[in-house]
């Protein structure tokens, strides 16, 4: 893999040009198969589920079990990889979560009825919850700040890319049966990342903060431009490290850490509740219940797959040229407005016109949520928890949005069957205009900080916005 020239900056140093190290972006690009996965095995119910309903005969509420319990597993998995990737590392987590991905993947694929299946699904969950937990957090945990907003969302970039693959299985496969391909062929990464996460460093700030300096400082030089000064980032650390007290219940609930856990909680919740995985599971069965047709309805899944990706390397460009923040303000707001035109549409009567009104719409919320929303919330929970606490809190963010996920996972279909296509995008929209106030009141800009810097930051007295803001 080749070199980049990119921007990097030691903690409390001015930026610098220098040429990344390859096993920085290897170590990147594999832990960042974590998010294909998530990607493909929480999208890939969206094609499956058309024909899957119909082998077994499922109801609305059926459907919704289906789609919701691999969610219910992600809780799970979310709880308890903060704690086990505490004591055990990184490194040995995500190598776990490989295995389970490929248990769960070859569950589903030979489930002999809607039982197993079940079952099946929510292993693949306790797998998804503990790669959307961890690989945001090593990634976070390995990179220099100058850039590690870019690797960070690669992950989000990869969940994408696992979803618009899910999307072209669904129509490749199309027909009875074919969901058994679907669900077997997420075997194939999943070996990838057990095997490749073997061959990755653990993550220097896990091992600083068990006592493990001079392992530490020989991963640090393996991922940093030379002439780095690896000192000062290990001095860095271990003084941050030294500071935390550490890790227990009552550390989650102290004055200095509330701030970071509100913007982590809240990004996380306003992530679902902004409606972009309603339209991700749901928009085939949606499109072809209102007249589409099952192979057009197919395509526009596709079709959103593909504005995932494309949301996903513009995010990626996004938070780290203009902030986090600013991303955020600049796309929300169009999130909000494409959805009200979704809504709009499905009130008029049905023409060539608002057939294109609700698929260019779909597209167009499709794309701004998944810069303004999906591009960062996987990064800044990580970015903004502090050492002593990061495993647990950031457990606690994930498990809010896959809470969040289930909450509208298991009621989507209800509410379109209660107050109906329109109703429901409403209320979504409103979501989105909440979302922006959130943000301009708590969020603060992390672009360019060091994960040192935003827990100085911390536990500084006053706004946290603020702090951050003067730091130079």
Known sequence: MPEATVTTAAPGARATTARQPAQLFAVAAVSALGGLLFGYDTGIISGALLHLRQDLALSSREQEIVVGV??????????????????????????????????????????????TLIAARFVLGLAVGGASNMVPVYLAEVAPASIRGRLMVMFQLMVAVGQLIAYLCGWVFAGSGGWRIMFGLAVIPAAVLGVGMLRLPESPRWLVDNGRHEQAEAVLRRLRPAGTDIAAEITSIRQVSADAPRTDRRALTRPWVRPALVVALGVAAFSQLT??????YYAPTMLADAGFG????????????AMLVVAGVTGAIAVDAIGRRRTMLCFIPLSGLAMTVLGAAFLLPDSPAQRWTVIISLFAYILFNGIGMQSV?????PEIL????RGPATSLAT??????????????LTAINAIGR??????????NLLCIVFVLLKVPETRNKSLEDIETALRTDGS???ALAGQR
């Open 70 to 115: 691999i969610l219910v597993g992600a809780m799970v998995g979310a709880v308890w990889s903060g704690r086990l990737a505490g004591r055990h590392g990184r490194r040995r987590l995500l190598v776990s979560v490989a295995v389970v991905f490929a248990a769960g993947a070859l569950g589903a694929a030979f489930a002999p009825g809607v039982g």
């Open 275 to 280: 409606g972009i995985n309603a339209v991700v």
């Open 294 to 305: 099952d192979s057009a309805a197919l395509l526009t899944g596709v079709g959103i797959g």
């Open 377 to 381: 919330v996987w990064l800044i929970g």
């Open 386 to 389: 502090p050492l002593s606490v």
């Open 399 to 412: 498990l809010t949005v896959w809470g969040f996920d289930l909450l509208i996972a298991v009621t989507a």
């Open 422 to 431: 329109s109703g429901t995008f409403f209320v979504y929209a409103a979501m």
């Open 464 to 466: 946290l916005r603020r």
